[in-house]
Each structure stands twice: as C-alpha cells, then as structure tokens.
C-alpha cells in the first residue's frame, strides 16, 4: 500500500481549486474588459481557465483566467517575454498580448465573474497540436529547430520569474523523492533509480551549464503544426512553466515526449540533432541530457500518480501523458551507455 503522501506546500498551484467559470462569463469578461463580442468555448488546462473566443468581426484569441493561487508577478513575467520575442523575434509563431480597453495586460477585476482573479488575453494561433499528427523524422527535426530559435530569442531577454519553486522544473528532480510515496509500488524503484543517477550526475555540472530563461514544457499539446505542411511548425503555445535554468533542460524535455512509439530512437535522434544543428550543444550539455530526459519522464510519471489520487474527477486529463512517459523511461532505462551515445551529437 503506498505510503502517505506529504501535502503540497503552501501555495502550490498544482494543488489549487476553485469555482468554474460559465461560458457566458467568458464571453462577459470578453466584452466588459475588451470590448470584443464573441463566444467562448473552453480549452483544456492545468493552473488556469482557458478559452477560445471566436470574436464575431472573424478575429480568435485565447482567454486565459488564473487560478487564485497563481502568482501576479509569475503572469507580468509570462507577457513581458511575449512582448520581448514580439518585439525581437516577430517571425517566431507564439501568441501576442492584447491589451484591456483601459491599456495594459494580467488585470484583476474588483467586480464580475472572475473578481479577484488575474485575466490575460492573447492571440488565438491555429494550427494542430502535433500530439494529433504523424510523427516524423523532418517534423521532429523541424521541432527541435524550432525549440533551438526560441531559446536563441529568450537568451537575450534580460528578466526573470518570480523565486517559487515549480515541481515540472528539472532543476527541482531531487524534490520528487517527497512524492514517491504516491507512485505504484511497481514503478518505485524505476524512478528512484532516476533520482539516484540525478545526484549523482547532475550537480557536479551545475556551475558550467548554460542558463537562461526557457520555455520548460515544449510538449506535443504545446507544439501546433500546419496541417497543410504536416513537418512544419505553426505555432508554439503555453509559456506558463517557463523557468530560469539550464539551456538543456529545454531539449531534455522536448526529447522525453518522443520516445513512446516505435520509431522513438529516430524521432528522438531527429530532434536533438535538429536542435544541435542550428544551436550547438556543449560537451558538458550532452554529457547531461540523457539523465535529464529520464528525470523529465520520472517527473511525469511522479506528478500525474500523486495528482491523479488526489484529483479523480480529473485524472484522465493528469494521466494524458504517464503511459509514454512510461514506456520511455523503461527504454532509456534499458539503454546501454553505447545506444544512449547513439542518439546525441558527437562532442563539439
């Protein structure tokens, strides 16, 4: 029987609840904060309430109402990277902030619906979360190009995130040992093996990783692509994880969402090489990913089972991505340190 699992500590937005927003209320905050007449329909989300507006002038964007929890500072530091890749990388597919009637962006209405409450809105991008698609090797090596221009524009940008702590954020891997207590008896000793090999490998590179701002969940429900072009990346979607931390723990999370079908080694052979081709990885960055990757799918696995008991009604959605995450932690588990080196760059 698992052990009791500690309580998450104070101000986890993971663990937040709060009343549902109706669609007429998003529709509402739509024409009092926007001025824009339109109808909403809901989009799937972990911290916050998101929306689809399809504006009746033919326009789409994407509503995005905080959870109580959520930090003010953590959603001004989310825009003003949008508004930075915006205004220093504009070819770059990501959504744009729009601003309230009354100027400025992350208000909080004193009266309504979402009263107390941080409302944000962007642009709608279109495109098909790549979860939908075909994989394959050009559209992996396309993402992995992709996620490397991101990170060259958010190299430059000179702000940070708020000092919390984020339990999807790599950096924090060793954390996780305080909920393994929820994981099936099973798996348990999988992913503590993960976070032995972590300490062991990790920290002693952590003064000499490059660091920056980083996008952190470059997941395929995160990822659009152009179903005319089904190798091409359309858009980018999502910068709520986004973290200070080491440059490769980007790719390492990019990576651990290709390895759960049976062309993985290739899909995940594309990526990083895509990645490493228009950005290249340091000696001490790939000595380093594939702990990385493991630690990002023991980290899947750990929060999907501890969320998923706490949160029934929801767990399909917790749940979407734990059998991949999974299956691709047995695999490179299984790896030899010989295969292992066959997917990433030779040494620079």
């Known amino acids: 029987m698992p052990q009791e699992t500690p309580p998450p500590r104070t101000g986890d937005v993971l663990s937040q609840r709060w009343e549902r927003l109706a669609l007429r209320d998003a529709e509402a905050i739509m024409r009092e904060i926007y001025g824009i007449a339109g109808a909403a329909q809901p989009l799937s989300s972990e911290r916050d309430e998101t ?3 399809a504006a009746r002038d033919g326009r789409a964007f994407t509503l995005k109402v905080a959870g109580p929890a959520e930090d003010a500072a953590a959603l001004r530091f989310q825009d003003d990277v949008l508004l930075h890749l915006a205004a220093t990388a504009p070819g770059l597919p990501v959504p744009r902030v729009v601003p309230a009637l009354t100027g400025g962006s992350c208000l ?4 309504g619906p979402a009263r107390g409450r ?3 809105l962007l ?10 698609t075909q994989a394959s090797a050009a559209q992996a090596a396309n993402i992995g190009r992709m996620l490397a221009a991101l990170a060259a524009a958010l190299a430059g940008f000179g702000g940070r995130p708020p000092r919390t702590k984020l339990l999807w954020d790599i950096s924090n891997a060793m954390e996780l040992a305080e909920l393994t ?15 032995d090999e972590y300490a062991r490998a990790v920290p002693p590179l952590a003064g000499v990783l490059r660091r920056q701002v980083i996008h952190n969940d470059f997941n395929p429900h995160n990822i659009l692509i152009d179903p005319a072009a089904p190798s091409e990346v359309a858009g980018i979607i999502d910068f709520g994880d986004m973290v200070f931390a080491p440059l490769v723990n980007d790719l390492a999370v990019a990576t651990a969402y290709h390895l759960a ?6 899909l995940a052979g594309a990526l990083i090489g895509g990645f490493h081709a228009a950005l290249p990885l340091r000696r001490e960055e790939i000595a380093v990913l594939p702990v990385l990757i493991k630690a990002r799918l023991a980290t899947t696995v750990v929060i999907g089972e501890w969320r998923a008991a706490d949160r029934p009604l929801e767990r399909d959605y917790i749940l979407r991505n734990h059998a991949a995450a999974w299956r691709g932690l047995q695999r490179l588990s299984a790896l030899s340190s010989g295969d292992l080196a ?3 760059p030779r040494d620079p």
Do not use: S
């Open 51 to 53: 929306f689809r507006i």
């Open 108 to 111: 909080r209405p004193d009266h």
């Open 118 to 120: 941080i409302v944000r």
């Open 342 to 344: 066959r997917l990433l």
């Open 123 to 132: 642009t709608y991008l279109e495109g098909e979360q790549q979860h939908r």
């Open 181 to 195: 207590g929820a994981v099936d008896p099973a798996r348990r000793p999988a992913i503590e093996a993960v976070l």
């Open 261 to 266: 079908g049976d062309d993985w080694a290739e």
